[in-house]
C-alpha cells in the first residue's frame, strides 16, 4: 500500500503523541523525577497539538512539532553525558520536514547545547565541545540531510514522473478523442456522400407516376454502362415496390444513341417484362431512327410511340378493350 509523507508525518506524530503520553505515565507510576515526568508530558502535548492542527489542514504543523522538539531536548538534554536522544529530533526532522530543516534541527541543536555550557560553567568545556565528538556530531547530521536531500530528490523525480505520465495521458485523452471526432466526421461526410449519391442517381432516371400503374420515366443526357445499369436498377425497384403495369421511357432528351445506348435500352426493357410490366419507348426522332437503322439495331421487340401521350392513350385504350368483354360476359352470365 502505498503511504504519502502526509500521511507518513500524521501517523508519527499522532504516534509520538500517544507515546511520550504512556511514557510520562510510566515515568509517574515508577517514581521518575518530576522534571523528567513534565518534559515527556510536554513533548507529548506538542505532537498532540501538532497532529490536531495538521488534521485540520495545517502544512505548518510538522515543522511546529519538530521544533518543539528540538528545543525541548537540546533544552532538557544533561550537558554531562552523550544520549541518543539528541537524535530524535534529526529523524523526525528526516521523516516529515526538508534538507534545510535537517541541518538547522543539527545546528540549533549544538548551538543550544554549546549556550548552555557557557551559561552554567562560564566556558565551553561540555562533552560535544570534545573536536572528535563534536566532528562525529557534523558528520551524522550531514548524513541525516543527505538523507532527506535523497528523499526529496527521488519524491521531486517520482513527482516529475507523475507530471510527464498524466501529460501523455492527457495527450492520449486529447488524440483519442480527435481520433474520434474524425471518425465521425468521415462517417458523417459518407452519410452525406452516399445521400448526394442517392440523389444523383434519382436525378439521373426520374420517375413520374402519370396514372395508376403507370410509370413515366424520362431519360435526359448521355448514357454511358454506368448510367445504364443505374437506370435498369431503379426501374426494376420502382417496377416491383409500386405494382407497375406500364413504364414509358422517353428518349426525347438523350443527345446520341448508338449501339452501346441501344443495346442498354433492350437489356431495360427485357428485364421490366420478365417482372410483368409492359414498357413502350417514345421519343424517337427522325435523325435518331436513321441512325438506329445505319448501325443495324432491331428494335423488333421494342414497342415505340411518337410521344408519352401517345403511349398513355395506346395502354389505356387496351386496358378499356380488355375490361369491356370481360364485363359483357360477366353482365351474360347474371341474364
Not at 507510576?29 to 498532540?48: M, N
Not at 527521488?154 to 471518425?183: D, G, L, T
Not at 434519382?202 to 454506368?226: H, K, N
Amino acid at each position: 500500500m502505498k503511504i504519502t509523507q502526509r500521511q507518513l508525518a500524521f501517523i508519527l506524530m499522532a504516534g509520538m503523541a500517544a507515546y511520550t503520553f504512556v511514557r510520562g505515565l510510566l515515568n509517574l507510576v515508577f517514581g521518575d523525577p518530576i522534571l523528567t515526568i513534565v518534559l515527556t508530558w510536554v513533548v507529548s502535548a506538542i505532537f498532540g497539538l501538532a497532529t490536531w492542527l495538521y488534521w485540520r489542514g495545517w502544512d505548518g504543523a510538522r515543522f511546529f512539532a519538530t521544533a518543539g522538539i528540538t528545543l525541548v531536548v537540546a533544552a532538557a538534554l544533561p550537558l554531562t553525558q552523550e544520549t541518543i536522544v539528541i537524535f530524535t529530533p534529526l529523524a523526525f526532522a528526516v521523516a516529515i520536514t526538508n534538507t534545510q530543516w535537517v541541518a538547522g534541527v543539527g545546528l540549533a541543536i549544538l548551538l543550544i547545547l554549546l549556550g548552555r555550557d557557557v551559561l552554567e560553567n562560564g566556558i565551553i568545556d561540555g562533552i560535544y565541545a570534545n573536536i572528535p565528538i563534536l566532528a562525529s556530531y557534523l558528520v551524522q547530521v550531514t548524513a541525516f540531510a543527505a538523507a532527506r536531500f535523497a528523499l526529496d530528490s527521488a519524491r521531486i523525480e517520482a513527482e516529475r514522473n507523475a507530471a510527464r505520465a498524466e501529460a501523455a495521458r492527457a495527450e492520449s485523452e486529447a488524440r483519442a478523442v480527435a481520433i474520434e471526432q474524425q471518425q465521425r466526421e468521415l462517417i458523417e461526410q459518407n452519410q452525406r456522400q452516399q445521400e448526394l449519391l442517392e440523389l444523383v442517381s434519382q436525378l439521373e432516371t426520374p420517375a413520374v407516376r402519370i396514372a395508376d400503374g403507370v410509370l413515366l420515366a424520362p431519360l435526359v443526357g448521355g448514357i454511358d454502362s454506368r448510367r445504364a445499369g443505374k437506370i435498369t436498377s431503379r426501374l426494376l425497384e420502382l417496377v416491383y415496390e409500386r405494382r407497375v403495369n406500364l413504364v414509358i421511357i422517353d428518349v426525347a432528351g438523350v443527345p446520341v444513341i448508338d449501339t452501346a445506348v441501344a443495346n442498354a435500352l433492350t437489356q431495360t426493357v427485357r428485364a421490366l417484362r420478365l417482372l410483368g410490366c409492359q414498357v413502350i419507348l417514345t421519343g424517337i426522332s427522325s435523325q435518331v431512327a436513321l441512325t438506329l437503322t445505319h448501325i443495324g439495331i432491331d428494335l423488333k421487340e421494342l414497342d415505340v410511340a411518337s410521344s408519352p401521350q401517345e403511349a398513355l392513350q395506346r395502354w389505356m385504350a387496351a386496358q378499356v378493350s380488355i375490361i369491356r368483354p370481360q364485363r359483357n360476359n360477366a353482365e351474360d352470365t347474371l341474364n
